[in-house]
């Protein structure tokens, strides 16, 4: 899939948690819901671990996702008990926007395990491949439904940050 449709369907899938905060908090649960969709991907193609790394393998793993998600778990906590008020994180952020992190992450899995090269979720145990769709529907990387399904949850995402503003 491409950027922009793992991105916009991680914005559509961390709303129902952003519309249930002050805007400061939405715009952290938005920014991380993002992050977590480019993770993956990230690591493969942009990272220092782009040469070890072959591409949606060990990167698309529940193992590499359930370590990433932990560690921004972790750098919240530690940012939470910062000594300096101002600068101090929330503790009641920590929750939501770990769980944001997370839907990015596990969005960007689901989207790519429905393309024609499926992912491979259980590296570096198994090689088994995991797709979500049956053959003829798989979804092709740039082609007019991955565009479309970018297109889709974007306007949902527009949709639902007009109609909370509208219904506060
Ligand atoms: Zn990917």
Do not use: E
Not at 37 to 48: K, N, Q
Not at 81 to 92: F, K
Not at 95 to 112: E, K, N, Q
């Amino acid at each position: 899939m491409r950027r922009l449709t793992h991105l916009a369907v991680a914005t559509l899938g961390v709303m129902p948690l952003a519309v249930d905060h002050a805007w400061p908090a939405a715009s952290g649960i938005v920014l991380l819901g993002m992050a977590g969709a480019v993770v993956p991907d990230y690591l493969d193609l942009r990272s220092d671990l782009r040469g070890v790394l072959t591409h949606r393998g060990l990167s698309h793993s529940v193992l590499i996702a359930g370590l990433s998600i932990a560690l921004v778990w972790v750098l919240l906590g530690a940012l939470s008990r910062l000594d300096d008020p101002a600068w101090a994180l929330d503790s009641g952020l920590i929750a939501p926007l770990t769980a944001a992190f997370a839907i990015g992450v596990v969005s960007h899995l689901i989207l790519d395990a429905c393309t024609p090269r499926g992912l491979r979720p259980l590296l570096p145990l198994s090689q088994w491949r995991l797709w979500l769709l049956p053959k003829p529907f798989r979804i092709g990387t740039g082609g007019r439904l991955d565009n479309m399904i970018g297109l889709a949850a974007f306007g949902g995402a527009v949709a639902v940050v007009v109609l909370s503003v509208a219904s506060s």
